[in-house]
């Protein structure tokens, strides 16, 4: 059974920065395509970043260029950095995972088996 926590959420000031990380157990899920959702209060959880595991990365518009996903095998976390914060950031932010062969941010959340319960991002003007 995979296990996922999230960590490192809070509260930041617009343009301040803050990096998520994502621990799984048991096992490595190097196999795995891993992904950062988010969701906001009334709105549809949606992908922002997905790492394959291929080593392919993928981000959603509204991120490219501030967010970024990374991983550590030996550590067994997944990261997502995140930069020049902006108050439609503010979501409760998760990391999923699951065993495609094909990973791409465009993957709904309904496909993906393993969730971790999250953990909320507030950005402040």
């Known amino acids: 059974q995979v296990r996922l926590q999230e960590s490192g959420g809070g509260s930041v000031q617009t343009g301040g920065s803050m990096k998520l990380s994502c621990t799984h157990s048991p096992t490595t899920l190097s196999n795995f395509c891993m992904a950062w959702f988010r969701q906001a209060p009334g709105k549809e959880r949606e992908a922002v970043a997905t790492l394959g595991k291929d080593g392919y990365i993928m981000y959603a518009d509204s991120v490219k260029g501030r967010f970024t996903i990374s991983k550590d095998n030996g550590k067994r976390t997944l990261y997502l950095q995140m930069k020049n914060l902006k108050p439609e950031d503010t979501a409760m932010y998760f990391c999923?995972?699951?065993?495609?062969?094909?990973?791409?941010?465009?993957?709904?959340?309904?496909?993906?088996?393993?969730w971790g319960r999250g953990t909320q991002v507030s950005v402040s003007s």
């Open positions: 999923a995972a699951d065993n495609f062969l094909v990973c791409r941010v465009s993957r709904p959340q309904r496909e993906y088996d393993y």
